[in-house]
């Protein structure tokens, strides 16, 4: 196994990929020999063992980053960390990345976690590599020459699947009932809503987690749906399978799916190569130039809770951080600007009289909001009229309650 203390210098700042792309057998050494970073940073982590020791700081706490004590979040918009590693603000002096192997120029694609690591490249010293053999090489983004690396090793392991909770839809979800009923399950229900707020043609963008499984899965009967996101899914793949996702009236990339990194699968991560699927830097997709270009973007988010005027908060619960600003913010603020529209999805519960958790996303960012009793249009309405709106489609039991507070 490779010796990092001969890389990484003591109170050093590391970072590394996320969720399947993380460097796993690099972040074990690292472990194992007892190195402590000064501050070391990482996005969706799935790894077992990591610790305060490390001093972690990230945009969120997803996987298993929401069991690490002590956690520092960074609150930024996605866009913004391609700008945060250019000034130094996170850390930068150690890379450990994931790659294909070389192609017949000596150079390494990202594979399936372009994202944040693609920027981050750019500014930091000393790259240590995991070559995989079975990361799959993709297009979009630069590749990063062989002899750019410290040190490599060489590994031939299969890229771990996301939780079913995020990379898939459960039975409990799909189930919608006998043609032309209505859907038997909550997730459905906002999925047979938002479908109808989609229109042939548009440009989607969605997140990861059971409730856009089931969303992407209710857009089955669309046409030539364009895709445009920071996370890629099984869905997104089934959808392109059936014919819908097409990108053919993209403003941009168009017949192209573009996206930073993909969560799913091993049968999603194995069919990625040879596909019409860009994997792009955060600086290209969350960039607020590119996304202005997309004139028929829809952006659909999901939330942990939703208040009466419109404001979304999708990172506390109660007194757990359970996720992260994210592309939020970036796309749902497109989609109003100079897009088509922004969705925020959640589940009828969550619409409560004020927040209990920070503000992820504006509400002048927000012009739907729909739960499994339909969906509140807010876009160009006034506080007591968007108030009125969210009443009659939160939770039976909370709409008295919303209800007196507008009066």
Known sequence: ?????????????????????????????????????????????????????????????????????????????????????????????????????????????????????????????????????????????????????????????ALPGAPDRVSSVSRETVETGAAGQTPTTPDAAIAHHVADLVADGDTIQIGVGALPAAILDGLAGHRDLGFHSGMLTDGVLDLIDKGVLTGGRKDIDRGVAITGQAIGSAGLYDRLAGMRIEFRPASYTHDPAVLSRLRRLVSINSAIEVDRTGQVNAEVAGTRYLGGIGGQADFSGAAVRTGARSIIAVRAKGIVPSLRGPVTTARADVDVVVTEYGAAELRGRSLSERARRLAAIAAPEHRELLTKEDG
């Open 1 to 157: 196994m490779i010796d990092l203390r001969q890389h990484i210098a003591p109170g050093a700042g590391v970072w590394w990929g996320q969720a399947a792309a993380e460097a796993t057998p690099l972040l074990d050494a690292l472990l194992d020999q007892g190195i402590r970073p000064g501050r070391a940073f990482c996005g969706v982590s799935w790894h077992p063992r990591l610790t305060a020791e490390l001093n972690l700081v990230s945009y969120g706490a997803m996987g298993t980053l929401r069991h690490v004590r002590g956690l520092d979040i960074v609150p930024a918009h996605y866009s913004a960390l391609p700008r945060l590693f250019a000034e130094g603000l996170l850390p930068r002096d150690v890379g450990l990345v994931q790659v294909s192997p070389p192609d017949l120029h000596g150079r390494c694609s990202l594979g399936i976690g372009t994202d944040y690591t693609a920027d981050a490249v750019r500014h930091t010293r000393v790259l240590l590599a995991e070559i995989n053999h079975r990361m799959p090489t993709t297009t979009g983004s630069q590749r990063i020459p062989v002899d750019r690396f410290a040190a490599v090793i060489e590994t031939d392991r």
